[in-house]
């Protein structure tokens, strides 16, 4: 029997206070494309993403639209649930943080932390923003404000709390980003994290009195567990915990996909609860930029949140996913706007992609000749660089590289002006032209996998995967289709 190697890949569980923007969809969509690459390559895959639903920002939401906590939470998640399937996200699972699987996990995990002596009761007070769901320090407040929630007002509370001692774990996590030094990625974003860990961890307050709509503290239920603190064990829920079937199998995650501003808690306060409950580590936290919208930062109160459902119903799931990678090299912030999408679509998908295919499809349901020859385009294509891109979560860099395949086979239609051409010299070019499209299908399927559908439907062959990357016998059976893209004016 054949060992495949496994991949196991993850999404934050996202926010259930508002309903997905492109924000959202960029991490699941980044997520998908690696999941989806990996499989082509013959892994065993397991990608999951789902839902947070806990706290005391999301009992607001729900109150501010007159529902029950409970109704609130299952009309958002699903609105998640839905965008995903639209955006052809392909994940294998879908946990929610109200799950009796979850809390059930939750529950085991505090108390390994607790027999590991890392939990005791004490008083906070601080300032705590309701935006961020956490304490601020002093050093995180500008003006008097949580700089990621100006509107908000800091609250001064103190109560009674339990706290986890995150302060134990300093020296161990400097070792492990030493050790390991993938596992904060990008490495431009190691050095926030080192230096903040290096100055000194305080122990984290991990329960709530004052809130009802959370998981009760497994060692006390008069409390709530922090939000924070619960959310980061779905990784390991979904997986039934840590005697579960799929633990042994794809634990630990070889990918947490996750935005900068929860960075933080998934290289730091993460690893250190596994520390503390003896579980192996995940390798690599990957953290992403942000998007700003035509220069500004996306919010409701502007109104310029941008719907990534809406945008694909508009233009089309494809155009969307290959904005969003291709934009801006994956890591850095974006700035989104209309008229870049634009200039994309038009300028890439229907003048170099979707114009090949055309071009190819054409030429050959013409042609009645023998379709064979030698291959002369393999040479421009680095497969094995893709995919080493993409195993660095370059994923932008692995498109360009594509792409720049495309152009290379646009150029040898142009060179070798094939209407100009009969017999076997023909069938030679359209032979190189129908395997380089068969194999650019393939290439591009983790990125835009319905039109690598089409591609493969109008060429009569088989999808395939990253072992069909080579020139063989084209055995496909040409049936020209649409424009896969059309242009926007
Ligand atoms: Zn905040």
């Not at 152009?407 to 017999?423: C, H, I, Q, S």
Request: net charge neutral; charged share 30%; glycine share 6%.
């Amino acid at each position: 029997m054949i060992k495949f190697a496994k991949f196991y890949i993850t999404t934050p569980i996202f926010y259930v206070n508002a309903e997905p923007h492109i924000g959202h969809a960029y991490t699941a969509i980044a997520t998908d494309i690696l999941a989806r690459w990996h499989r082509l390559k013959g892994e065993d895959v397991l990608f999951v993403t789902g839902t947070d639903e806990h706290g005391e920002k999301i009992e607001k939401a729900a109150e501010a639209a007159s529902k029950t906590t409970k109704e609130f939470v299952d009309e958002v998640s699903a609105t998640f649930k839905n965008a995903w399937k639209k955006l052809n996200i392909s994940n294998d699972d879908f946990i929610r943080t109200t799950e009796e699987r979850h809390k059930k996990i939750v529950k085991e995990i505090i108390e390994k932390v607790n027999g590991n002596g890392d939990i005791y009761k004490g008083f906070y007070e601080g300032y705590y923003c309701t935006g961020c769901e956490s304490f601020k320090t002093e050093t995180e407040i500008v003006d008097g404000k949580c700089p990621d929630h100006p509107n908000l007002k800091l609250k001064l509370l103190k109560e009674e709390t339990y706290f986890f001692r995150l302060s134990k774990y300093q020296d161990q996590l400097l070792e492990l980003y030493k050790k390991n030094p993938d596992f904060l990625s990008p490495k431009f974003r190691a050095p926030e994290i080192i230096n903040r860990v290096k100055e000194g961890l305080k122990d984290l307050s991990i329960t709530r009195q004052k809130l009802e709509w959370g998981i009760p503290f497994p060692l006390d239920e008069s409390h709530v567990t922090y939000v924070w603190v619960e959310a980061l064990i779905n990784y390991i829920s979904v997986l039934g915990g840590p005697n579960g079937k799929l633990f042994k199998k794809f634990w630990p995650a070889d990918v947490h996909l996750v935005g900068k501003e929860i960075n933080w808690f998934h290289s730091v306060i993460w690893p250190a609860q596994l520390m503390s409950a003896g579980l192996e580590l995940p390798k690599t936290v990957f953290s992403h930029g942000w998007w700003t919208v035509e220069g500004q930062k996306m919010s409701k109160s502007l109104g310029n949140v941008i719907d990534p459902v809406k945008l694909a119903e508009k233009y089309s799931v494809d155009a969307v996913r290959y904005f969003l990678i291709r934009e801006t090299p994956f890591g850095e912030d974006g700035e989104y706007s209309e008229k870049k999408f634009i200039e994309r679509i038009n300028g890439e998908l229907v003048a170099d992609l979707g114009n090949l295919v055309y071009r190819v499809l054409s030429l050959a349901e013409k042609f009645d000749g023998k379709i064979e020859g030698k291959p002369e385009l393999e040479s421009k294509l680095d497969v094995k660089k893709i995919d080493k891109l993409i195993s660095e979560i370059k994923l932008t860099d692995a498109l360009l590289e594509i792409w720049s395949f495309i152009r290379a086979t646009n150029k040898y239609v142009n060179e070798n002006e094939p209407w100009k051409l009969k017999g076997k010299e023909l069938g030679n070019v359209i032979y190189n032209l129908l395997e380089t499209t068969r194999v650019i299908a393939i290439l591009i399927s983790s990125y835009l996998p319905e039109t690598a559908e089409r591609i493969s439907q109008q060429l009569g062959t088989k999808p395939g995967t990253l072992k069909d990357v080579k020139f063989g016998k084209f055995a496909g059976k040409v049936k020209k289709g649409k424009y896969l893209f059309t242009k926007i004016e």
